[in-house]
T-cell receptor
Framework: EADIYQTPRYLVIGTGKKITLECSQTMGHDKMYWYQQDPGMELHLIHY???????EKGDLSSESTVSRIRTEHFPLTLESARPSHTSQYLC??????FGGGEQFFGPGTRLTVL | GNSVTQMEGPVTLSEEAFLTINCTYT??????LFWYVQYPGEGLQLLLKATKADDKGSNKGFEATYRKETTSFHLEKGSVQVSDSAVYFCALTLGGSQGNLIFGKGTKLSVKP
């Protein structure tokens, strides 16, 4: 069974705080992704990685940053949270190469910045 | 460019009604096509997929057929249940070394008893 974990599930934090959203997967997937999901449900790719030490920006510009030091771990950091960062953040992973393209998603982190 | 267009919701149906959610795509190449489902408070789950023209994906009573001639991948279910209430996303990937998914905007389905 596919296992991809996100913590915390819910986070309420004040403006200006630094936060890190955690994402880990146990499937050995090389590719990992971060999506931001707006209240209208639309998904926006904000970061992705093809492997260790590889990170790329996605289609939607984001003030967040990511790192990929280990295959299984892909944390997202906001240095100074603002109310405009309030959203649902979804992490996903997939196999390398032409493995059918399926992505496996974590349960998401719902972030509220006051 | 590559894109996915799916019917806007919300869609509200009575239990046991027939469901169709339309999805069309534009792609430079030969994409794989997917339907993902997101239940309230959860992440996305793969519902079904098709990797080449005329393939039919099916799962949990849902079906979709990859129609190259109409560039479509419509989702259907003959008899919906209250438990099918969720948001449904159509998506494509061109695979290869990148393989990023391109999603439609999602369609919210509510099934009433």
């Amino acid at each position: 069974e596919a296992d991809i974990y996100q913590t915390p599930r819910y986070l309420v934090i004040g403006t200006g705080k630094k936060i890190t959203l955690e994402c880990s997967q146990t499937m050995g997937h090389d590719k990992m992704y971060w999506y931001q999901q707006d209240p209208g449900m639309e998904l926006h790719l904000i970061h992705y990685s093809y492997g260790v030490n590889s990170t790329e920006k996605g289609d939607l510009s984001s003030e967040s940053t990511v790192s990929r030091i280990r295959t299984e771990h892909f944390p997202l950091t906001l240095e100074s949270a603002r109310p405009s960062h309030t959203s649902q953040y979804l992490c996903a992973s997939s196999e390398s190469g032409f493995g059918g393209g399926e992505q496996f998603f974590g349960p998401g982190t719902r972030l509220t910045v006051l | 460019g590559n894109s996915v267009t799916q019917m806007e919701g919300p869609v509200t149906l009575s239990e046991e009604a027939f469901l169709t959610i339309n999805c069309t795509y534009t792609a430079t190449g030969y994409p794989s096509l997917f339907w993902y489902v997101q239940y309230p408070g959860e992440g996305l789950q793969l519902l079904l997929k098709a990797t080449k023209a005329d393939d039919k994906g099916s799962n949990k009573g849902f079906e979709a057929t990859y129609r190259k001639e109409t560039t479509s991948f419509h989702l259907e279910k003959g008899s919906v249940q209250v438990s099918d209430s969720a948001v449904y996303f159509c998506a494509l990937t061109l695979g290869g070394s990148q393989g990023n998914l391109i999603f439609g905007k999602g369609t919210k389905l509510s099934v009433k008893p």
